[in-house]
């Protein structure tokens, strides 16, 4: 850890002391989520959602391995596979139900990660690697729930990949070698659900290493704050055990509730009903949608109607679509703003807000049909997007005055306190952030 006052992990049982001695693992989990890793003392509970993502992803792995266990990668038997999970198969029903909408609840939780590293400056100096190993995950699970989507082979499962999946024969030249290359044959076929299956079991580890990168980046530079002002001292800091573990096993709990209700009480809210039904490709479903977190991104893609210079509308459609996550990577370079926090910059909180609504429209959009006034709204969206990152941040980080930042995060916190005059805040905040051994 970069603070020279982080504690340091000092075992006092026999056994532990042999342990550290040989393989340092509790002194490793001990300085990463435990007292010997100091944070920022202002971090809100909006601040949970990495720890909750984190959560989600452990479901989906122990969650999927228990049904890859039953499940059976054919084309002729992957349906019938997954009704035995469901009927025969002990608590099958609860395993593939808590599976489907973890894989919602996991986007869930991640879209609010992203959108408070974007209002707080997550991804501004010195954790522009943090943000860039986010996205990687970003775009991981991603391709792992779509590949996941079309392992039960019903109605929709075939059908969102026949479309996505065709989205690669736009590319000039070599678009329909990849295409032919990556269904395994002219239409996803038993080939296709065989490797979709085998990475569909494997990426989840992969996102499980990018997490542990992700971790091991951000404990260089430490957190980020509500303030937006970086650490300054030990009054500025508290240990992450026990404050946060406290608050993070708070937001667990919470998550769990609304976890449980949906997979008890609603569990088919989330999904697609025509996905209860087998795969025909002979019977076209009359609206085919990816899942509900697709949607802004099927949206962009769908917002491409005209062909332009000499480039086809779906080539374009193609390239916005994958352009509207990676100019994610560029997003620290875009705002060259200096100010960390949107609470300390008034214009670009408005923007933030209008950003919001505009993903929001763009949901909506792609889970609507492919008609107007569907498709003209979300070109309006679409552009706006883009604009957004790529002409109004860039603006705004020059013409925007923001508001006075406080000298330290302990002024910060201690003024919202009552200290208005801050002078007793380093004390007493060094107090606070020294525990008792």
């Known amino acids: 850890m970069s603070f020279p006052w982080a504690n340091h992990y000092e075992p006092k049982h026999p056994l532990m002391q042999w342990v550290d001695q040989r393989l340092p693992l509790p002194r490793l989990v001990y300085n990463a ?25 452990m479901v989906q792995i122990i969650t999927g391995i228990v049904l890859a266990m039953h499940f059976s990668a054919h084309t002729s038997t992957a349906f019938d596979s997954v009704e035995h999970i469901m009927r025969n198969v002990n608590s099958g029903w609860l395993i593939r139900y808590m599976h489907m909408n973890g894989a919602s609840f ?17 991804y501004k100096s010195p954790r522009e690697v943090v943000w ?10 991603m391709a792992t729930a779509f590949m996941g989507y079309v392992l039960p082979w019903g109605q929709m499962s075939f059908w969102g990949a026949q479309v996505i999946t065709s989205l690669f024969s736009a590319i000039p030249l070599v678009g329909e070698a990849i295409r032919t290359w990556l269904v395994g044959g002219f239409a996803p076929d ?24 992700k971790i091991w980046a951000l404990h260089i530079p430490g957190s980020t704050n509500p303030a937006g002002v970086e650490v300054q001292g030990p009054q500025d800091t508290l240990p992450f055990h026990p404050y946060f573990t406290a608050k993070d ?5 919470i998550y769990l509730l609304f976890f449980a209700a949906f997979v008890f009480f609603m569990p088919n809210a989330m999904g697609h009903p025509d996905n209860y039904i087998p795969a025909n490709p002979l019977s076209t479903p009359a609206h085919i949608v990816p899942e509900w977190y697709f949607w802004p991104f099927y949206a962009i893609l769908r917002a491409f109607t005209i062909n332009f210079l000499w480039i086809p509308a779906k080539l374009w459609g193609v390239i916005a679509m994958f352009a509207s996550i990676l100019l994610l990577f560029f997003l620290p370079w875009l705002d060259s703003s200096r100010v960390k926090s949107t609470a300390y910059r008034p214009m670009y909180k408005i923007w933030f807000w209008v950003l919001v609504i505009d993903v929001l429209i763009l949901a909506y959009c792609g889970g609507a049909p492919a008609e107007e006034p569907y498709v003209r709204i979300s070109q309006i969206a679409a552009a706006y997007y883009f604009a957004h990152f790529l002409i109004i941040l860039p603006i705004l980080s020059f013409i925007e005055k923001p ?18 005059d801050g002078a007793h805040a380093p004390a007493a905040a060094g107090a606070a952030a020294a525990p008792a051994e």
Do not use: D, Q
Request: charged content about 5%; proline content about 5%; glycine content about 10%.
């Open 132 to 141: 860039m190993l986010g996205v990687v995950i970003f775009l991981l699970m």
């Open 190 to 213: 038993n080939a296709t659900l065989t490797r979709f299956f085998s990475l569909h079991y494997l990426l989840p580890f992969v996102i499980l290493g990018v997490v542990i990168l």
């Open 403 to 420: 508001l006075p930042l406080p000298n330290s995060i302990a002024e910060s916190v201690f003024a919202k306190a009552g200290h208005k």
């Open 33 to 57: 989520v435990g007292a010997g890793y100091p944070v920022p003392r202002n971090i809100n509970y909006w601040y949970n959602f990495g720890v909750l993502a984190g959560v989600a992803l």
């Open 249 to 253: 096993f708070f937001g667990i709990c």
């Open 106 to 122: 996991f986007f869930i939780v991640v879209y609010f990660h992203i959108f408070r590293g974007l209002y707080y400056g997550s």
